[in-house]
């Protein structure tokens, strides 16, 4: 790709001045791309991308107004299976991995973990890879990283950020609530912290874990 019309047209979109801006120097950067656009929100990449010829998405899962990155994404890998996608997070929470494959999303990239850079990870998706990161995110989380944790721990901790009881979080595992109880202790032996309020308050500042519920501030599901 040389000339101006056979650029990879791109998009990007974060809530975050910051990471967009860094987002749109990359694109800039690289002379086989050119931006196309700037955008803050998800639901605006929904409506822009009807209608114009778009080869590259860029978006951040996490938006605090209206529709999420994955929701936003999925919707347009139906409705535009053309276009490419790329979801960055700033957090490490892995679940959204499986869900972006299952929707088709190409690529998956840890803004703050990965050891590839944005370009290679455009690159690799404009021919074709599929690129996800082969290792989870190794986070400090008290005395261990997040590597460390279970899947089943990583679950319930990912309702406790939401504020969830005990009882709750084994309606929703379809666990017994002893085995929530369990889970918890074992977490709270690993890591060195002496409460589930410690356990939920660092989870969620580290960005750790991200449930649902926080996922998906406007409430759909």
Do not use: C
């Not at 939401?162 to 379809?174: D, G, H, P, V």
């Not at 969620?204 to 406007?218: A, F, I, Q, T």
């Amino acid at each position: 790709m040389s000339d101006s019309t056979s650029k990879t047209r791109v998009v990007v979109v974060d809530d975050q001045n910051i990471s967009r801006g860094f987002f749109e120097m990359y694109v800039r950067a690289a002379s086989d791309y050119v931006l196309v656009a700037g955008l803050r929100t998800a639901q605006e990449a929904i409506d822009f991308v009807e209608g114009r010829s778009i080869d590259l998405l860029i978006m951040d899962v996490m938006m605090q107004d209206g529709v999420d990155g994955l929701t936003a994404a999925t919707k347009i890998k139906q409705e535009h299976p053309d276009i490419k996608v790329i979801l960055t997070t700033s957090t490490s929470e892995t679940s959204w991995e499986e869900k972006a494959k299952q929707a088709g999303i190409e690529s998956f990239w840890y803004k703050e973990y990965d050891e590839h850079g944005l370009l290679e990870i455009m690159e690799r998706t404009m021919k074709g890879e599929s690129v996800y990161p082969l290792d989870q995110p190794k986070v400090p989380f008290g005395k261990i990283t997040r590597a460390d944790l279970t899947e089943r721990e990583l679950e319930i901790l990912r309702e406790l950020t939401a504020s969830m009881t005990n009882e709750e979080i084994a309606e929703k595992l379809q666990i017994s609530v002893n085995t929530v109880k369990r889970h918890i202790q074992n977490i709270m032996e690993k890591t060195g912290f002496e409460s589930r309020l410690d356990l939920a308050t660092n989870a969620k500042l580290l960005g750790l874990v991200v449930s649902d519920k926080d996922r998906m501030k406007d409430g759909t599901e």
